[in-house]
């Protein structure tokens, strides 16, 4: 027993003074194939947009998965390093600034905005280093293609399970709401039952060999596709072509009220990203749905209904109208707030007509010429907005 725990003790010894130094020296240099192994914290100081493990004077990131970077670039880049491959990288290249960021698929305004920031830096402060800055910059990714239907169903599933339905027109009970979100949310660190950080390496090591026998799909690598279409036709370089149908759109079959009710959660999380990272400027991006984002030559398009429900058909005039109404409706709430507010749709219609912005294998976000697109819109119009299609 005692020779049996000496050998457990250096085990955990050497493991510790090799994650202290991985950790100072190395972890921005994991290769993304080994991502999925990290913890939440460790993930956050292996992102390769910023100089070191701890960012300095930096620009933050958060939203979905826009934010977190999924799509083509990154089912193409080189798995055994630490790539560029989604708008932070574009951000860094041109500012020269570290960028981070907070980013997590399947979240709406309060997972993006609220919960992974708030959660992610207290914890990063609080058990890695309680000097970590604040940004100095905030962008929050606003993404038209499922972002409302997102605030509904938090609303609809979380919301509503504690509360009537008069208190969704009550900004001090979602408020309230998003602050208990965040408290909850746990599994940052390398062990989910305990806050702390320590540990991500042994942790990753066991992950990374429960993959090799077990195999593993990494869902932020993972193909989004929408099969072949026959409705969907727009003009890109020049030709006609027929894209995905069931494409993503403007929340095009949600009603006044519910719209209502999603872009309320939105300026309630909008107030309290505000709060967090004070006195960080604070810009509102708005990023396309794959439908806003082509010159459609069909009067009719298709697209996806709420939750994986199917699709529709609808006239594409619909899909102008609604386009417009929501960016208007986001600007107000930003500009409301006293942060910049960017239409992005216009930089990447732009790129649009040249070549795909999205897939060809994920129809669910833009591949490497969309990102340069959404990254020209933030450098060169830093405050717009919403122009005219």
Request: charged residues 20%; proline residues 5%.
């Amino acid at each position: 027993m005692v020779n049996g725990g000496l050998l457990l003790g250096s085990v955990l010894a050497t493991f510790l003074l090799l994650e202290i130094v991985v950790e100072r020296y190395f972890i921005t240099s994991t290769p993304l194939k080994f991502h999925f192994a990290l913890s939440d914290s460790a993930r956050w100081l292996a992102q390769s947009s910023k100089r070191g493990p701890l960012p300095s004077h930096y620009i933050a990131l958060v939203g979905d998965s826009y934010a977190q970077g999924k799509g083509d670039w990154l089912l193409q880049a080189d798995p055994d390093h630490n790539s560029p491959f989604h708008s932070a990288h574009l951000l860094q290249s041109a500012t020269g600034r570290d960028v981070v960021s907070f980013g997590r698929r399947h979240r709406g305004s309060i997972g993006g905005w609220v919960v992974e920031p708030t959660a992610l830096f207290g914890f990063l402060r609080k058990h890695v280093d309680d000097e970590l800055e604040q940004p100095e910059q905030v962008l929050a990714y606003f993404y038209a293609g499922n972002d409302v239907t997102d605030n509904l169903a938090d609303l609809r599933g979380n919301f509503l399970a504690q509360h009537d339905d008069a208190q969704i027109a009550d900004d001090a009970a979602l408020d309230a709401f998003m602050e208990a979100e965040a408290q909850r949310r746990r599994g940052l660190g390398a062990l989910p039952w305990l806050p702390l950080h320590r540990g991500w390496l042994p942790s990753a090591v066991w992950r990374v060999m429960g993959n090799m026998l077990h195999g593993h799909e990494d869902k932020d690598i993972a193909d989004g596709g929408v099969p072949t279409g026959i409705v969907n036709l727009a003009r890109v370089a020049d030709r006609e072509i027929a894209l995905p149908d069931g494409l993503q759109g403007p929340a095009l079959d949600v009603d006044e009220a519910e719209l209502e009710q999603a872009l309320r959660v939105t300026r309630v999380a909008l107030a309290r990203l505000h709060r967090l990272f004070e006195p960080a400027r604070l810009t509102v991006v708005y990023i396309p749905s794959v439908l806003e984002s082509y010159p459609w030559t069909s009067a009719q398009i298709s697209y996806a209904k709420r939750a994986g429900s199917g699709s529709e058909t609808g006239a594409t005039a619909q899909l102008w109208q609604r386009s417009q109404l929501l960016c208007r409706r986001v600007q107000q709430i930003a500009q409301g707030m006293g942060a910049a507010f960017v239409d992005a749709r216009k930089a990447v219609r732009a790129a649009a007509q040249n070549g795909l912005v999205h897939g060809p294998r994920d129809w669910l976000h833009f591949n490497q010429a969309g990102y340069q697109a959404l990254v020209a819109a933030i450098v060169d119009h830093p405050a717009t907005d919403c122009a005219s299609l």
